[in-house]
């Protein structure tokens, strides 16, 4: 082999591997499809863990915002149950009598007591006594009855409400045109409150405040309830229909389970009741049968003692039945 021929060889042994390690680098850059598999898997894995992490702030975010929405108005609450006033409890009963009004006629009904019991020759101590508990008391206990009335019919007539405005919702309507149609449509006093609601609305207040007036008025579990889901969506979010729907079902099953316990315990009212008329029944029977006997009664200090004694105890057993009988849930 000549020299010429040895060059010759040797340069295309050079040449072959030169294009051999092109080709193996070539082939080294470009990734199998296993490996490009999981490339992309470990890249979404990246992704999912970048997504969950969002996830869960902003789930902390939010359930931290809910918090602080629950405690800001649970010390609203709290704020307006110290101030009650006599107007407030007035609005509560539905009554539009001024605050001098009811003084006035207080005193009046008061004084006119008085006067009767004197023209009966009650003692003067009695005469007084039946005066205060007649101006003072009894007003008061009107105003009382008045608003366990309103709210038991609001109860009643609050759960077709939130229906309508589920309904209303899931129809396309705006909530605020669903407000309208119960302000309009439903039963008083859910008529009254949410037309209240809706004029607060329209002059600017906010959804939050207008909805605290509501449960200034009408201080119950059910409004709170209401104004928690509303303030809530409003501020965070969420499928409204969704909520106020179970918020419905809630306020379905309180009031079956206030039906149960209102046929639970009548038997209970029902001895109550009749155990505190007693006395007072059997006095009266006896003084219209035998008014010579209770002269006494009614003449005599030791008479009038017995009288207030036996009021005071009356009273304090009243009140021990009503707690007994008096369920909370």
């Known amino acids: 082999m000549n020299q010429e021929t040895l060059l010759i060889t040797v340069l295309a042994v050079l040449a072959a591997v030169a294009v051999a390690g092109i080709g193996w680098v070539l082939a080294g850059m470009k990734k199998s499809p296993a490996d490009k598999r999981m490339a992309r898997l470990s890249t979404g894995a990246g992704r999912t863990k970048r997504t969950a992490h969002d996830l869960e702030t902003e789930s902390g975010n939010r359930r931290k915002h809910v918090e602080d929405t629950l405690s800001e108005l649970d010390r609203r609450q709290k704020e307006e149950k110290a101030k009650l006033t006599l107007r407030l409890r007035l609005d509560r009963a539905g009554l539009e009598t001024e605050e001098k009004t009811f003084y006035i006629l207080s005193v009046v009904f008061g004084v006119f007591v008085v006067g009767i019991s004197f023209l009966f020759g009650m003692p003067p101590a009695a005469a007084l006594l039946g005066g205060f508990a007649a101006g003072f008391g009894l007003p008061r206990w009107v105003i009382n009855f008045l608003i366990t009335r309103r709210q038991n019919a609001f109860t009643a007539e609050f759960a077709n409400a939130v229906d309508v405005i589920v309904r209303g919702i899931k129809s396309g309507l705006p909530v605020n045109d669903c407000l309208r149609i119960v302000a309009t449509e439903s039963a008083e006093p859910v008529r009254g409150e949410f037309a209240e609601l809706v004029e607060s609305l329209k002059l600017g207040i906010s959804m939050d405040q207008a909805l605290t007036r509501i449960f200034e008025r009408m201080p119950l579990a059910e409004v709170n309830f209401f104004m928690i889901v509303m303030v809530i969506q409003q501020q965070t979010g969420g499928n409204l229909s969704e909520a106020l729907g179970n918020l419905s079902k809630v306020l379905r099953d309180r009031k079956k389970m206030r039906g149960k316990i209102q046929a639970m315990s009548q038997e209970a009212k029902s001895s109550a009741a009749i155990i505190g008329a007693l006395p007072p029944g ?19 200090t030791t008479g009038t003692a017995i009288i207030i004694g036996g009021l005071l105890w009356m009273f304090t057993g009243v009140l021990v039945m009503r707690k007994m009988i008096n369920f909370q849930f």
Do not use: G
């Open 282 to 300: 059997v006095m009266a029977m006896i003084t219209m049968t035998s008014p010579e006997y209770m002269s006494l009664l009614y003449t005599t």
